[in-house]
Every structure is written in structure tokens, then in C-alpha cells.
């Protein structure tokens, strides 16, 4: 007999089920779990982690206890974990590896000089004005172009500082700023800490919101560089100064170009001196983490305890591991997937990813609300999916990296300025169809419009989502239903308008996006609604959050549908007292069990795209009319939803 594969000990039996899905499947959980103080949540996602954590660490270990026997990627590996453990020396250098360069800021003479040094800080992982990343072309997906975008803020979001809400996070900031100056010897940290945080204020107010930028409509702005620089006269001084060629910057897509236009009046309007100061906080900011510790703890006070509320700095080992994942994570990642990911594991996920595609397909070709053009558009599109599972087929040189041990600045920005450089040869070849953007001991997932692929690393594939020897209903409501969130990006309310090509392309009929649009209107209002256990008095944006939205009950509809077809017909066991229908809405309700501190709550709110675990379960639930037969739902029950209410799209 199968094992059901559901964590009884997890339970809850004094909340049923029809009154309270997430309570029930996760309340003994929710009740006996605190919080660890060096992270500002616990939950399904944070456990995997931390095992792929600990992996991770053990790789980065060996590597380094072999010294100067290590060979090869091992002795990089080994050498920038070390250089980040040498806390003595790390200690001893103080603020020294930016003094320099703080002289270099403060020594610019014209808001063309601070825009060239930013160009060249950018080599050093210092955020500036704008951000820069390669992507296929959503009007050519076959070319790769330069995205840029808004930027220069050191809030989590424009709105901290439009909305009153955020007040006490805006004086915070100010103190901490001034910290930040006093630590790092700059002239009248008082009033520069709130000169560069007026400034931040007016860059914020040409920022677009988190809403706006969800519109691929809107952010796809095909602009020659003369089209460019009439918007922001001096991005070719930048360009320039980064060491970004000409040929690569011919056509860039401006995501944001009311934010450029309007940054622009301000290098004219603003003192230099004023510019100095803020691009010294950004200079201070990006090092912060690997200076001494007087810069890293008054960097996460602020970021870690005051913004998310999370009382503890994580331990060195694991901000040490972060470190390498970041500048070197595929070269771990490939010693990762040999000793953690089992081959067997990719058939498995083989026949679901297949048996949710063949949902996808019967559910597009029953649907009512859509016409038969808009249908074949659709089929075509599903058919054109590609699916990356575990690791990629190719991994990345990390040749160009120079790893010194006595360095550990440095090494972040070489490693860094790598990273740009193998970006940057994207520009202008053929689209990479084999690249991932995310390694395999990420814990996660993802849907690519612009390549149609849905990518699942190795790392989640593991119990409560994916259990090898489970019964399948718990793999159906859990890793199959995460499968089929990232088939529905293909389909909400951003990638629907890209086509099967990954084309930014309408290929719907009026009639049927209106109708579509009616459906998610309808979602949006259930969620609007809403405000989490975590932070009364505050509501979900069912705006911001209706991709995701979208997503969870695309995904947990579809994986229900894909479930039945690999059952072909058989009338599943009763397992642990379960239903196979119960045990596939047990599994998707243990997928996001979570502890939240209240700041971190109040953060994801407002700059979060996905919902509030507790809604991600419940709210879809109560959606699905099979949810609702699973346990007898009644209309006297807490999980009822009229059946005339409940949204139903794929």
C-alpha cells in the first residue's frame, strides 16, 4: 500500500476543514512553531532551504578545508568563502576598501562626472539610477536587447514614500542613513541623510507603481539610443563609463521612461553636492554587508529588524554560503544535482508535467467564455511549452572570476563584474534557450514569457511538494499543482498577451478578452477583500497579486483535472482516513504553511505579487467545486463559497 504522504502530525483537529482548509491541514504547526530570530518568517519554503542550505554548505566546505590543494572551481569556491569567514581580517580593514572610492564620489565636479563614476560603480555592484539585464526581445523573442529601468531608491517601493502609512519607516530611514554616514566619515551626516532622502522622495514621485509595471503593454519600449537620450540626455555617458559597447545599445527597451524623463530634470534641478551624498549612501549600502561589522549591523538594524522585523542577523556560516551562491552558484550547483538530485526524480516530473499539459488541453477546449480562434491560438501556445527540470544542460564558466582569499570585497565585485560580462555577450546572438535563471538548490520556480519554458529546479523538488514514494494525489496537489501555476503565467493577465513565440502579441479576439477580463475582475474583488491574520487593518492589492492569483487557481484547478487522468478511471485508496480528492487538497494546503512577523507581512503587502499564504490556500479552495465536494462543504461552513460566486477561468 502506497504511504499517503500527508503529515498528520501537522493537523489541527479541533478546526475542520470545511470551516478552515489552511487552519486545519497546519494548525498544530502554526501553534508550536516560533519563529528563528534570524529570519523574519518560517514556513514550507524556509525548511526546504534550509536543507539545501546545509548541502550547499557542506560542498562549500570541502572546498575550502582543502586550502591550497583545492583545484580548479573548488579552490574559487573555497576561496571566497573563506575570504568571508576571515572575519579578522575583514574586521581590521574597516571602512578602507570604500574610502577611496567615497573620495571618488565626493570628487566629481558635474552631474556628468556622478553619472560616468555611477556608469563604472555599476561595475562594482553598486546600484545606481536605473537597472540593466538582457532579454529576448518581446516584439523579436529571437534576439537578445538591453531592458532598463527605474531605480535609485532605498526603500523596498515608491509608495514608502508617497503613502502615510510608512511615516515611521521613512524617519527610520533617515536615522539610518545618518548612521550609515557617521560610520563611513561623510561631512554632516544629519542634514545629508535627509538631503539624500528629499532627493529619494523626488525620484520615487516618477516612479510607476507596482501595478503599472505589470503591464507588459505599458514597460515595452523599443527606443533607438538617440530616442533614449532624448529622454535622459546623458545614458551614453553611463553606458560609456560601464564599458557597455556601442553595438549593444543601438535599440534598448526603456521599461520606465517617465521615471528617466523625469530623473533627468532632476540631475538638472538638484545640487550636485546633493547627488555626492546619495550616491555615496549607495556606494555605503552595496559594501555594507561585507565591511566590518559596525556597517553590517547597522545595516540589517534597519533592513532586517525595522523592515521586516526579524530580531537576529543570520549566522556568518550562512550569509557566508549566500555569498558563493550568489557570485559562483551553478559551480556549486553541479556538485549539488550529483550528490542531491536523482535522475528518476526528472521521469517522475516527466509524466506529471505531460499529464498537466493534456488538462491544459482538454480544460482550454472546454472552457465557454472563449471562441474558437482565441482556442486554437491558446492550443498552440500550450503546445509550444518547454519544461527545464533540476539543472541545466550547459553550465556556466566561472573561468573569468579571480578569487583572492584577503579580498572579500573584491572578490564580490570580480565576480559581480563577470556576471555583467557574460550578460553582455548575450547582446545581439541568438536567444540561449538552454540558460536557467535560477540555480538548482533554488528553492522555487518559474514561467519565462519570452521563452514559453516553466523551469523547476531540483531543489523543490522534495516532500511536501514532490515525495517519490507518495501516493499520487499528494504529488498532484502539490508539485503538480505548482506545475500547473507556472503553465498559468502562460495564461493570466501578463503572459496571456505574449504568444507561443514568447512574442508580445494580442491574439485574442475583443469579445474574448473582455470576457476574460470580467473573470479576473471578479478575482480581484475576492482578494481586495481580504487582510491577513499577520496584519489586521491591512489588504491584499488584488491588482498587484492577480498574476499570482491567477496562477494558484489556474494551477490548483488544472493539477485536479491532471490528477484524474493519471488515475484513468481507478477509484483511488483510503489512506490515513483520507479521500484521494481530500489527501490532493491536504497536499496543496501543507505546501504553504507559514509563521510571518508582522513587518514582514505589512512589506509583502505592498510590494509582494503573491498572496498571503493563508489566502493562497483557502481563497483558491474555495473556488473549486471539487474542493467543495471533497469534504461536503456546506453553505453553514466557513469555506462555502455560492456557487454563482466561484471564479472558474482554465
Known amino acids: 500500500m502506497p504511504i499517503s504522504g500527508i503529515d498528520l502530525s501537522t493537523i489541527d483537529h479541533t478546526v475542520r476543514p470545511q470551516d478552515d482548509l489552511y487552519q486545519h491541514i497546519n494548525g498544530a504547526w502554526l501553534k508550536a512553531t516560533e519563529i528563528p530570530d534570524d529570519r523574519p518568517?518560517?514556513?514550507?519554503?524556509?525548511?526546504?532551504?534550509?536543507?539545501?542550505?546545509?548541502?550547499?554548505?557542506?560542498?562549500?566546505?570541502?572546498?575550502?578545508?582543502?586550502?591550497?590543494?583545492?583545484?580548479?572551481?573548488?579552490?574559487?569556491?573555497?576561496?571566497?568563502?573563506?575570504?568571508?569567514?576571515?572575519?579578522?581580517?575583514?574586521?581590521?580593514?574597516?571602512?578602507?576598501?570604500?574610502?577611496?572610492?567615497?573620495a571618488e564620489v565626493f570628487a566629481t565636479a558635474s552631474a556628468r562626472d556622478l553619472i560616468a563614476l555611477a556608469g563604472r560603480l555599476f561595475r562594482k555592484?553598486?546600484?545606481?539610477?536605473?537597472?540593466?539585464?538582457?532579454?529576448?526581445?518581446?516584439?523579436?523573442?529571437?534576439r537578445v536587447l538591453l531592458y532598463t529601468g527605474q531605480g535609485g531608491l532605498g526603500l523596498p517601493d515608491e509608495s514608502y514614500y508617497r503613502d502615510?502609512?510608512?511615516?515611521?519607516?521613512?524617519?527610520?530611514?533617515?536615522?539610518?542613513?545618518?548612521?550609515?554616514?557617521?560610520?563611513?566619515?561623510?561631512?554632516?551626516?544629519?542634514?545629508?541623510?535627509?538631503r539624500v532622502v528629499g532627493l529619494e522622495t523626488k525620484l520615487a514621485s516618477h516612479h510607476w507603481d507596482n501595478v503599472t509595471l505589470r503591464d507588459p503593454q505599458k514597460t515595452y519600449n523599443l527606443k533607438t539610443a538617440e530616442e533614449a537620450a532624448?529622454?535622459?540626455?546623458?545614458?551614453?555617458?553611463?553606458?560609456?563609463?560601464?564599458?557597455?559597447?556601442?553595438?549593444?545599445?543601438?535599440?534598448?527597451?526603456?521599461?520606465?521612461p517617465d521615471f528617466f524623463a523625469g530623473a533627468a530634470g532632476l540631475l538638472d534641478e538638484v545640487p550636485v553636492s546633493t547627488w555626492q551624498e546619495w550616491l555615496a549612501m549607495r556606494v555605503v549600502s552595496a559594501a555594507a554587508p561585507y565591511l566590518s561589522s559596525e556597517f553590517v549591523d547597522a545595516n540589517f538594524a534597519f533592513y532586517g529588524t525595522t523592515i521586516s522585523?526579524?530580531?537576529?542577523?543570520?549566522?556568518?556560516?550562512?550569509?557566508?554560503?549566500?555569498?558563493?551562491?550568489?557570485?559562483?552558484?551553478e559551480a556549486v550547483g553541479q556538485i549539488y544535482v550529483a550528490r542531491h538530485f536523482p535522475e528518476s526524480h526528472k521521469a517522475r516530473m516527466q509524466t506529471l508535467v505531460a499529464n498537466l499539459i493534456e488538462a491544459y488541453r482538454r480544460s482550454i477546449n472546454d472552457v465557454g467564455w472563449m471562441g474558437e480562434d482565441t482556442k486554437a491560438e491558446a492550443l498552440r501556445k500550450l503546445e509550444a511549452f518547454r519544461a527545464k527540470i533540476g539543472y541545466p544542460d550547459e553550465w556556466i564558466d566561472y573561468s573569468a572570476v579571480e578569487i583572492d582569499p584577503e579580498d572579500l570585497l573584491g572578490n564580490v565585485e570580480r565576480a559581480h563584474n563577470a556576471d555583467v560580462d557574460r550578460h553582455l555577450d548575450e547582446v545581439g546572438k541568438p536567444v540561449d534557450r538552454?540558460?536557467?535563471?535560477?540555480?538548482?538548490?533554488?528553492?522555487?520556480?518559474?514561467?519565462?514569457?519570452?521563452?514559453?519554458?516553466?523551469?523547476?529546479?531540483?531543489?523543490?523538488?522534495?516532500?511536501p511538494f514532490f515525495t517519490a514514494d507518495a501516493d499520487d494525489a499528494v504529488n498532484y496537489g502539490g508539485i503538480g499543482a505548482v506545475i500547473g501555476h507556472e503553465i498559468g503565467h502562460g495564461f493570466d493577465d501578463q503572459g496571456s498577451q505574449f504568444d507561443?513565440?514568447?512574442?508580445?502579441?494580442?491574439?485574442?479576439?475583443?469579445?474574448?478578452?473582455?470576457?476574460?477580463?470580467?473573470?479576473?475582475?471578479?478575482?480581484?474583488?475576492?482578494?481586495?477583500?481580504?487582510?491577513?491574520?499577520?496584519?489586521?487593518?491591512?489588504?491584499?492589492?488584488?491588482?498587484?497579486?492577480?498574476?499570482?492569483?491567477?496562477?494558484?487557481?489556474?494551477?490548483?484547478?488544472?493539477?485536479?483535472?491532471?490528477?484524474?487522468?493519471?488515475?484513468?478511471?481507478?477509484?483511488?485508496?483510503?489512506?490515513d482516513g483520507l479521500t484521494g480528492q481530500q489527501r490532493f487538497f491536504a497536499s496543496w494546503a501543507a505546501g504553504w504553511r507559514q509563521v510571518i512577523r508582522q513587518e514582514e507581512a505589512i512589506r509583502r503587502l505592498a510590494t509582494d505579487p503573491h498572496?498571503?499564504?493563508?489566502?493562497?490556500?483557502?481563497?483558491?479552495?474555495?473556488?473549486?467545486?471539487?474542493?467543495?465536494?471533497?469534504?461536503d462543504v456546506t453553505e453553514d461552513d466557513g469555506m462555502w463559497m455560492p456557487a454563482a460566486e466561484r471564479v472558474s477561468i482554465w
Open 41 to 102: 518568517l518560517e514556513g514550507t519554503f524556509t525548511a526546504l532551504r534550509d536543507g539545501s542550505e546545509i548541502a550547499v554548505r557542506d560542498i562549500i566546505e570541502e572546498a575550502a578545508a582543502k586550502g591550497g590543494d583545492a583545484t580548479g572551481i573548488e579552490r574559487k569556491i573555497g576561496g571566497l568563502y573563506s575570504s568571508f569567514m576571515d572575519e579578522a581580517t575583514v574586521e581590521g580593514k574597516g571602512m578602507e576598501p570604500i574610502r577611496g572610492r567615497l
Open 125 to 142: 555592484d553598486v546600484g545606481g539610477l536605473f537597472y540593466i539585464y538582457p532579454a529576448p526581445d518581446a516584439g523579436n523573442p529571437d
Open 164 to 194: 502615510g502609512k510608512f511615516a515611521p519607516i521613512v524617519a527610520a530611514y533617515t536615522a539610518h542613513v545618518e548612521k550609515m554616514f557617521e560610520l563611513a566619515g561623510v561631512a554632516d551626516p544629519k542634514g545629508a541623510a535627509a
Open 230 to 256: 532624448g529622454l535622459f540626455p546623458l545614458l551614453a555617458t553611463w553606458f560609456d563609463a560601464a564599458g557597455i559597447d556601442a553595438d549593444k545599445r543601438t535599440e534598448i527597451v526603456v521599461s520606465t
Open 309 to 329: 522585523g526579524t530580531p537576529r542577523n543570520k549566522d556568518r556560516w550562512k550569509r557566508g554560503v549566500a555569498v558563493v551562491e550568489a557570485g559562483l552558484g
Open 434 to 463: 538552454n540558460k536557467w535563471l535560477m540555480t538548482p538548490q533554488t528553492v522555487n520556480a518559474y514561467y519565462h514569457p519570452m521563452m514559453n519554458e516553466i523551469v523547476f529546479p531540483a531543489a523543490i523538488l522534495q516532500p
Open 500 to 575: 507561443g513565440g514568447g512574442a508580445l502579441r494580442n491574439w485574442w479576439t475583443d469579445q474574448d478578452r473582455q470576457a476574460f477580463e470580467a473573470l479576473t475582475a471578479r478575482l480581484v474583488a475576492q482578494y481586495d477583500a481580504l487582510s491577513p491574520t499577520a496584519a489586521p487593518g491591512h489588504h491584499v492589492n488584488g491588482r498587484l497579486t492577480l498574476g499570482e492569483n491567477i496562477g494558484d487557481l489556474a494551477g490548483l484547478t488544472i493539477a485536479y483535472k491532471a490528477y484524474l487522468i493519471s488515475l484513468d478511471g481507478r477509484e483511488p485508496e483510503v489512506l
Open 611 to 631: 498572496s498571503p499564504n493563508e489566502f493562497r490556500t483557502n481563497a483558491i479552495a474555495k473556488n473549486l467545486d471539487p474542493f467543495h465536494e471533497a469534504f
